[in-house]
T-cell receptor, first 114, second 114 residues
Framework: DAGVIQSPRHEVTEMGQEVTLRCKPI?????LFWYRQTMMRGLELLIY????????DSGMPEDRFSAKMPNASFSTLKIQPSEPRDSAVYFC????????????FGPGTRLLVL | QKEVEQDPGPLSVPEGAIVSLNCTYS??????FMWYRQYSRKGPELLMY????GNKEDGRFTAQVDKSSKYISLFIRDSQPSDSATYLC??????????????FGAGTRLAVHP
């Protein structure tokens, strides 16, 4: 089992550029979460998908952030335009059909916006 | 005030010590309590999972929940250098949004030195 796969692992970009983060959930999982982790704010939920449909996007900080899940095996988180305050580690997590199942986290993407 | 408060540490202990990690919370509706372990530059992984009040033991790890005090603890006995990581508490319930939304503490960084 490959686990949750995220790419890229590291991203350095300049302010104003578009950033796209990618996630492949564990095969068979139908729920996907995007989180952001910073020293100041800890681990925060950005958006939750169930069966490829966005269910809760209340954590998305602003319109510069968007997320898609075109199929069960792929999701993207896009930031356009990026700002230095977006610098953080972004995690993707997936879980199965039971509401109490464990969330399995990917290794994260470290984003630095200069 | 944050929903979940956790001392970020760092906490440094000698090998073999008993470690106590704690979180307090304000939302009395929380029903499920978790501890995640996060190694440096990795994603969080579930360590312990308890429902409502009481204790749960798994090897060297014991999780305690005191709902009357809104206080949870994780004890690590005979701590090892391999336990050096950041420990995040997380809570959820009663699934008013229809899914298991986790609220995380800031994480406590633990270093166990030989």
């Amino acid at each position: 089992d490959a686990g949750v796969i995220q790419s890229p692992r590291h991203e350095v970009t300049e302010m104003g550029q578009e950033v796209t983060l990618r996630c492949k959930p564990i095969s068979g999982h139908n729920s996907l979460f995007w989180y952001r982790q910073t020293m100041m704010r800890g681990l925060e939920l950005l958006i939750y998908f169930n069966n490829n449909v966005p269910i809760d996007d209340s954590g998305m900080p602003e319109d510069r952030f968007s997320a898609k899940m075109p199929n069960a095996s792929f999701s993207t988180l896009k930031i356009q335009p990026s700002e230095p305050r977006d610098s953080a580690v972004y995690f993707c997590a997936s879980t199965g059909t039971s509401i109490l199942e464990t969330q399995y986290f990917g290794p994260g993407t470290r984003l630095l916006v200069l | 005030q944050k929903e979940v408060e956790q001392d970020p540490g760092p906490l440094s202990v000698p090998e073999g010590a008993i470690v106590s990690l704690n979180c307090t919370y304000s939302n009395s509706a929380f029903q499920y309590f978790m501890w995640y372990r996060q190694y440096s530059r990795k994603g969080p992984e579930l360590l312990m999972y308890t429902y409502s009040s009481g204790n749960k033991e798994d090897g060297r790890f014991t999780a305690q929940v005191d709902k009357s005090s809104k206080y949870i603890s994780l004890f690590i006995r005979d701590s090892q250098p391999s336990d050096s990581a950041t420990y995040l508490c997380a809570m959820s319930g009663p699934f008013s949004g229809g899914y298991n939304k986790l609220i995380f503490g800031a994480g406590t960084r633990l270093a166990v030195h030989p």
